[in-house]
Every structure is written in C-alpha cells, then in structure tokens.
C-alpha cells in the first residue's frame, strides 16, 4: 500500500562537480541551497545583495553586474530615520553614511559579476511573480525597506514577460552556462493562500517554457513539487506554516543531490560531511591523548582526501593541527 506520490526527477545530462563554480540566485530556498553545498565545500556563492524574490530582480542584478553599471548616490534613496538605502539591495546594507551604502553596493555588484564570469551552472530559484514597482520611476525594487505603500505599484508578472526576459539573458550574460530553475516552495502568504496559487502556478509555466524553449541549456529541479506533493504533509513545514521544516529541506537536497551530481561526487560529498563534521565537534577532553590522536588520524585522512580530491580543507586542517598542538 502506498501512501505518498514520489517524484521521478531524470538526472541531469550535465552534473555538476566539486571543481566547478556555481552561481545561486532567487529566495531564501537559493540561500538554503548554498549554504548546505557550500558546508560540503562545493564551490558556490550568490545572492551577494541578499534575496531576490521575484524574477524581474532577478534579471536586472545579472544584467547590472554583466554591464559593470556602478552604483552612485543616485541610486539611492533616504528614509524618515536619516538611513540610506537602496531598492536593490537588503536592509543589512543600510547605513546613515550614503557613501558606505553604494560601497556595499558595488562591492556585492563586483563580487556577483566575478562569480558570473566563473560559474559552469546558475541555480535560479523564482519566489514570486508579485512585484512592486516604484511609481516615481517604474522600476520593479528588490526590497521595499518598508517604506509606505503609496510610493509602490504592486503586479503580477506575465509568463509571457518572464520568458522573454530570461530568454533575453539566457543569449546574453548566461550564454554557455547551464541555468537550473526552481520554484521555491516557500509559501508567500501576505497576501493570501489564493495569490500565492496564482503567482506559484506563473512562475512555474514559466519555467516549463524556458526548459522548452532552450532544451540544451535550461533544466527544471522541482524543489516546489517535492514539498507540495510528494511529502505534503504540515509536519514538513516550520512553525510558520511558510518556510520548509530542517528535515523537507534535507529531503529536497537529498533529491537535488540524486539529480545533479554522480555517483561518485555523491561518495565525496557524503565523505567531506563526515570529515568536516569531525572538525566541528566539541570534544569532550580538549587537548587529551585522547583527542590529539584521533585528530591525528583525522588529519591524515582529510591530508589524503585533499591530494585526491582537490577539495580545499585549509581551514579544517589548520583546525585540527592546532588541537594536536594544546
């Protein structure tokens, strides 16, 4: 007897390896993604400016940091505390000092156009089609820094306009990496259970259509599906009812894994998880025989695995002789 649908997810005819840059981009699931890879010393970064939740912002970061259109005072904006600000970018990079806003600014612009120059693969996770369009210029903002209401138009983006924009980049500043698309399976309730459907349901026949469209180039990994219908069940989500539980997470990575690496980089993952869980565990007697033995040993073993691998273990390796030498 079967109790729960279980997604097949082909693999992917491009898997990614250990030595290969990867850009992240989109929601708070891109963030959760690259965290989890990054502990398991894959090469991956992104979202330097913080979330990009809808695709529209998604786009016009990629395009900005392709052009090395630099940010200026005039592209920033004042709230009523005196703190400065830019649409584009996080609250944490807010300052009353403007020229330490478009410092960040350009520096978090600097780091995305490197990475981009770099990455083999650009995961994209599309959180919303809800946007907010600044009504003195038009401009869809990134974060609204919570400033009023009146000052934004909200809308939905179109599939259509979507398509046409990622199809845009994808001849442009994404010509000749592989581009991975989710949708993130967080939910965006604010305005209701009913929009969040809509807005789920544009961004995901957008992506189908981008993977139609561009079969050699676009892939879809459905992070959204495996929580909605394959484990669908509320005990997978987080206390919020919004945000994936710890353990749907693991699950969706697990599956991720299962499609975008081989066999092979998933013995080395599952390798780098035990050796670099070793390094992170508190002993109980620090500095006994004891424990400089068996970091000795585990220095051996991550010494090897670094000369096979490749994989960088610097600052494990530092760790671990300085244990053996209390």
Wanted: hydrophobic share 45%.
């Amino acid at each position: 007897m079967k109790f729960r649908t279980e997604l097949r997810v082909a693999p992917f005819d491009r898997p990614i390896g250990f030595d290969e840059q990867v850009l992240a981009l989109g929601s708070c699931f891109a963030d959760e993604l690259r965290t989890r890879l990054a502990a398991l010393k894959f090469r991956i970064a992104g979202n330097f400016a913080g979330p990009l939740f809808n695709p529209e912002s998604i786009a016009a970061a990629i395009d900005r940091a392709a052009a090395e259109q630099p940010y200026t005072m005039t592209d920033l904006a004042r709230d009523d505390e005196g703190m400065w600000f830019c649409y584009d970018t996080a609250t944490r990079f807010d300052d009353p000092d403007p020229a330490q806003v478009v410092a960040r600014c350009n520096a978090a612009q600097k780091a995305l156009r490197e990475t981009l120059a770099a990455a083999r693969h650009v995961i994209v996770t599309f959180g919303t089609a809800q946007v907010y369009r600044l009504r003195e210029t038009g401009a869809v903002v990134a974060n609204c820094h919570r400033r009023p209401a009146a000052l934004f138009r909200r809308e939905r983006l179109g599939v259509d306009a979507i398509v046409e924009r990622w199809s845009e980049l994808l001849a442009g500043p994404l010509s000749g990496r592989r581009l991975i698309l989710t949708v993130s399976p967080i939910r965006h309730i604010g305005d209701g259970l009913e929009a969040n459907a809509v807005s789920k349901a544009v961004l995901r026949v957008a992506a189908a259509e981008l993977a139609e469209r561009h079969p050699d180039t676009v892939r879809y990994f459905p992070a959204y599906e495996i929580l909605t219908d394959d484990l669908r069940d509320y005990r997978f989500y987080a206390d919020d009812l919004v945000h994936p539980a710890p353990q749907a997470v693991d699950y969706i990575l697990e599956r991720f894994a299962e499609t975008a690496f081989t066999p092979e980089t998933r013995r080395r993952a599952a390798e780098v998880e035990r050796l670099v869980a070793f390094c992170r565990h508190t002993p109980r007697r620090a500095g006994s025989e004891a424990d400089r033995r068996a970091c000795a040993e585990q220095l051996a073993a991550l010494e090897r695995f670094e000369a096979e691998s490749g994989i960088d273990f610097k600052e494990e390796i530092a760790q671990l002789k300085g244990r053996i030498s209390r």
